[in-house]
Each structure stands twice: as structure tokens, then as C-alpha cells.
């Protein structure tokens, strides 16, 4: 089946600096990634649509001045958090929708990203 | 607008015991429903889905889910609970962009 990868699964950064996640498809091509944010005993709020090759979409009330997404091909997707701080610390997850000769309505999710800013 | 309710936070069952995890939903058009689970610091595992066809339909691990058209709803369900289905449980709607449910967090009790 279809598998995501995340790097790293957990990351502990200080406050001010900048935090690069990795999403990658690894059997399969994908032309759209997405990236959602979990809270604890949360649901998962997509923070932003990223397709290759171009600009990513972002959810109202994200700011993508923060939350930096680039999908420079059609297996890696990365989201670079920059000037965390302590409220940015969340379950980030990333899934990829499969490039198919039919639609493929299914996303495959990534294991996730445990971001702790102290 | 589109929109995914699971009324239900908690559910508990008896190993051994049928489960059932509700969601209703609202969107216009057909629908694509989902199901995934979740495990404790994990991504998403999908579960099923429904795009056409037979109302009844069969996933990963025993779990099945039945779609009614009528009520609005996708409720997921397996005949005998492992105490290993306890998890986080998330309904999915995909129309215009594709919505989670709040999940409802499944314990299975040996």
C-alpha cells in the first residue's frame, strides 16, 4: 500500500528558531500534500494544501508567514515552522493524495511530528 | 458548508461485544465518507471508505460501515470489540476539501 513518511518523528527546539518537517511519498506519486495540525484529545485541522509546483493554499487564520510550505516535487513535501514559540508545540501531520489515471479520493497519512518548543 | 458530527466523545464496550461509532454528516452533493483510527503519538490509519455502490461496506480489521442516505449517516461498526480497537476514531467527509470528524475515543474493556 501506499506509505508516508514524516522526519523527524519528534523534535525538541528552543524558542526563536526555525523547525523544517519532512513529508515524503515513498511508493507512489503524490500531486497534492496536506498538512494538518493536532491539539491534544484533538481533532485535525488542516492548516494548508500544498500542490507541486506551485504555492500552497493555507486555511484561514494560519499564517503562512510562520508556517512556510514547499512542495518542490511530487514525493517531498516540507514544512518549515520559523521563530517558534511554545504555543506552535502540536501533533503535525502530513498526508499525500495519490497521482492515479482515475480520481483517488483517499489520502495516506504520514506518522507524524511531535513539535515541542521550549 | 460542509460538516462531520460524531456525537459521542467516549463509547466503552465489553471485549467480545458489538461496537458501533456514529457519525452524521452534512454536505451537498454525493458524498466520499471515510473512516480512519488513530493510536496513541500516530498518524492516521485508514480504515474504509465509501464512494458508491453497496451501502454495506468492508474494511481493515473486521470493521464495517453502513451508509444511509436518508439519515445522513456512515456509522462504523464491528461484530466482536479486541481490547487492540481501543483508539481514537475519525469520520471523514470529503466534498469541496476533505473534513474530520471530532473523533470519539473507543475503549474495549477486557
Known amino acids: 500500500g501506499a506509505v508516508v513518511s514524516q522526519h523527524p518523528s519528534w523534535v525538541i527546539c528552543k524558542s526563536g528558531t526555525s523547525v523544517k518537517i519532512e513529508c515524503r511519498s515513498l511508493?507512489?506519486?503524490?500531486?497534492?500534500m496536506f498538512w494538518y495540525r493536532q491539539f491534544p484529545k484533538q481533532s485535525l485541522m488542516l492548516m494548508a494544501t500544498?500542490?507541486?509546483?506551485?504555492?500552497?493554499?493555507?486555511e484561514q487564520g494560519v499564517e503562512k508567514d510562520k508556517f512556510l510550505i514547499n512542495h518542490a516535487s511530487l514525493t517531498l513535501s516540507t514544512l518549515t515552522v520559523t521563530s517558534a514559540h511554545p504555543e506552535d508545540s502540536s501533533f503535525y501531520i502530513c498526508?499525500?493524495?495519490?497521482?492515479?489515471?482515475?480520481?483517488?479520493?483517499?489520502?495516506?497519512f504520514g506518522p507524524g511530528t511531535r513539535l515541542t518548543v521550549t | 458548508a460542509q460538516s462531520v458530527a460524531q456525537p459521542e466523545d467516549q463509547v466503552n464496550v465489553a471485549e467480545g461485544n458489538p461496537l458501533t461509532v456514529k457519525c452524521t454528516y452534512s454536505?451537498?452533493?454525493?458524498?466520499?465518507l471515510f473512516w480512519y483510527v488513530q493510536y496513541p503519538n500516530r498518524g492516521l490509519q485508514f480504515l474504509l471508505k465509501?464512494?458508491?455502490?453497496?451501502?454495506l461496506v468492508k474494511g481493515s480489521y473486521g470493521f464495517e460501515a453502513e451508509f444511509n442516505k436518508s439519515q445522513t449517516s456512515f456509522h462504523l461498526k464491528k461484530p466482536s470489540a479486541l481490547v487492540s480497537d481501543s483508539a481514537l476514531y475519525f469520520c471523514?467527509?470529503?466534498?469541496?476539501?476533505?473534513?474530520f470528524g471530532p473523533g470519539t475515543r473507543l475503549s474495549v474493556l477486557p
Open positions: 500544498s500542490n507541486e509546483g506551485s504555492k500552497a493554499t493555507y
Open positions: 511508493d507512489f506519486q503524490a500531486t497534492t
Open positions: 471523514a467527509v470529503e466534498g469541496q476539501n476533505f473534513v
Open positions: 465509501y464512494i458508491t455502490g453497496d451501502n
Open positions: 498526508s499525500a493524495r495519490v497521482l492515479s489515471g482515475r480520481p483517488s479520493y483517499e489520502q495516506y
Open positions: 454536505v451537498s452533493g454525493n458524498p466520499y
